[in-house]
């Protein structure tokens, strides 16, 4: 069984950066591929960006490139996601995932309770 808890959300302006925190506990996360996804209010969940455990590529979508950044630390259990440049699109909850896989993304299956992140403009 794994725990992933998610902090770092909050409001800032436009422009503003924040970096979000997903802890795991429990079984090892360590040899997992790990992503975030977010959800803004009546949209479907979106995939953000992973980062695959075997090889250390990391992937984003067009929306977030060059913005967002995701890393790890094993030592830590956690995986981060600096966020730069925050758009008023980008406000949404904010969700961690662990995939099955050290490979994957193949199948998330294990999910945070999520963060809310709001950006003003």
């Known amino acids: 069984q794994v725990q992933l808890v998610e902090s770092g959300g909050g409001l800032v302006q436009a422009g503003g950066s924040l970096r979000l925190s997903c802890a795991a506990s429990?079984?090892?996360?360590?040899?997992?591929?790990m992503g975030w996804f977010r959800q803004a209010p009546g949209k479907e969940r979106e995939f953000v960006a992973t980062i695959i455990w075997s090889s250390g590529n990391t992937y984003y979508a067009d929306s977030v490139k060059g913005r967002f950044t995701i890393s790890r630390d094993n030592a830590k259990n956690t995986v981060y996601l600096q966020m730069n440049s925050l758009k008023p699109e980008d406000t949404a909850v904010y969700y961690c995932a662990k995939d099955r896989t050290s490979w994957g993304p193949l199948v998330y299956d294990y999910w945070g309770q999520g963060t809310q992140v709001t950006v003003s403009s």
């Open positions: 429990g079984r090892t996360f360590r040899s997992y591929t």
